[in-house]
């Protein structure tokens, strides 16, 4: 077979391609007119386009930025006039109303009672700066309202635990888990 | 062993092969497109001269041949339609072979249970039922090959006009042209000893 004959029909001419083409030629392509008449012409493409597109987006985004900017500014005073005070933390110790529990739980603990101690006048949060610079007497005085907070803490405890036994029906002094006991 | 020298001697490029790949001017469908979205029908035209026959070689390596003709029109005027859409004007020919690969396959689902391929050996003229015949053998084979080889032998195109047209690389061509070649030979030699 010659290759060169097949490829480009140069060279020496292979009669077995020829015959074949001869045979297959029959089947070729025959010209005809192609009839354009009822198609409408097609549209140019806008080489433009994609950039008109770009540009115009671009514009849009400045307006919107634009008078974004104009009603933020116009808007603003009253923004500022209408600031919110957030209320000062208030430490918030709990009323104790049974002078037997307090007073049980005062001598439990060796402390003096609620209406000996001295009353906390300010607590501050221990790790600010200003707690860290604290004199002794102050420092004294910190761990006094803590004390006093737990103690507070408790007794509010042991309330809760009171009511909730009442509003199941037993005694407050009705042992609890019975089954344990002999 | 053969097989592969032989392949490696086909991809070498050959001065002729090299020339047509190497074509620094700019190719002549920029221009037609062109002129073609600029309103100019005639150019459209010339590019169905230059390509009708590369799509009907398409064609009939896929679809009956009695449909064809038909077809290659129908294709044609889809392409004028849609020349728009087409970005790389110089890929007219690609294109184009990619539109008539697609409408081959619609043509086989739209149709897949009332045609049948085999329909052209009925031909009563001895030198058609010949070619029919043969034209089938390619049809059997690989696509790549019968594509390749039907434009070679039955549209009559040189290899650098295939890949010219197709948008394959020379080197591709060749390969598809010498293994399509030696397939239906031995396909030829089995049936009539051609």
Redesign the interface.
Same mark, same amino acid.
């Given at each position: 077979m010659n290759e060169e004959y097949l490829w480009d029909k140069s060279g020496e001419p292979d009669p077995e391609i020829q015959q074949l083409e001869q045979i297959l030629g029959t089947l070729g392509y025959e010209p005809k007119p192609l009839d354009l008449s009822a198609e409408v012409q097609p549209r140019s493409r806008n080489r433009y386009l994609p950039l008109m597109a770009i540009a115009a987006t671009l514009l849009i985004a400045l307006i919107a930025g634009a008078l974004w900017l104009r009603v933020r500014s116009k808007t603003s005073p009253q923004l500022d006039s209408a600031k919110i005070q957030s209320p000062k933390p208030q430490l918030v110790v709990p009323k104790v109303e049974d002078k037997k529990t307090n007073d049980i739980l005062a001598t439990a603990s060796g402390k003096p009672s609620r209406d000996e101690r001295p009353k906390v006048k300010q607590v501050r949060h221990p790790r600010t700066p200003e707690t860290a610079k604290m004199t002794v007497s102050e420092h004294e005085q910190a761990l006094e309202a803590k004390e006093q907070l737990m103690i507070a803490l408790r007794l509010t405890s042991e309330k809760l635990n009171l009511a909730h036994r009442k509003a199941q029906g037993a005694s407050p002094t009705q042992i609890r888990n019975q089954h344990k006991v002999g | 062993m053969f097989e592969l020298e032989a392949t490696v001697d086909?991809l070498l490029p #050959?001065p002729?092969?090299k020339a047509s790949t190497d074509t620094p001017e700019p190719r002549i469908e920029v221009v037609l497109v062109k002129a073609? =979205?600029?309103?100019d029908?005639d150019s459209?035209?010339r590019l169905?001269?230059l390509y009708?026959?590369m799509v009907?070689?398409i064609l !009939?390596a896929r679809i009956p041949?009695s449909e064809v003709?038909d077809l290659?029109?129908d294709i044609?005027?889809h392409a004028?339609? &849609?020349?728009?859409t087409l970005r790389d004007w110089a890929a007219f020919g690609p294109w184009i072979a990619m539109i008539t690969r697609n409408r081959a396959m619609d043509f086989y689902r739209r149709s897949k249970e009332t045609v049948e391929v085999t329909e052209d050996l009925r031909s009563t003229d001895p030198? #058609?039922s010949?070619?029919?015949e *043969? =034209?089938e053998l390619i049809r059997g084979l690989p696509e790549a090959y019968r594509e390749t080889l *039907?434009l070679? =032998?039955?549209?009559?195109m #040189?290899?650098?006009e295939i890949a010219a047209r197709t948008g394959l690389t020379a080197a591709s061509v060749?390969v598809n042209?010498?293994r399509g070649? &030696?397939q =239906?030979?031995a396909k030829l030699g089995y049936v009539e000893g !051609?």
């Open positions: - | 086909m #050959t002729q092969a073609v =979205l600029d309103g029908r459209f035209g169905y001269d009708a026959p009907h070689g !009939l041949r003709d290659v029109q044609f005027l004028f339609r &849609k020349l728009h030198g #058609t010949r070619a029919n *043969i =034209l *039907i070679r =032998l039955v549209e009559g #040189t290899g650098p060749r042209l010498h070649m &030696k =239906l030979r !051609l």
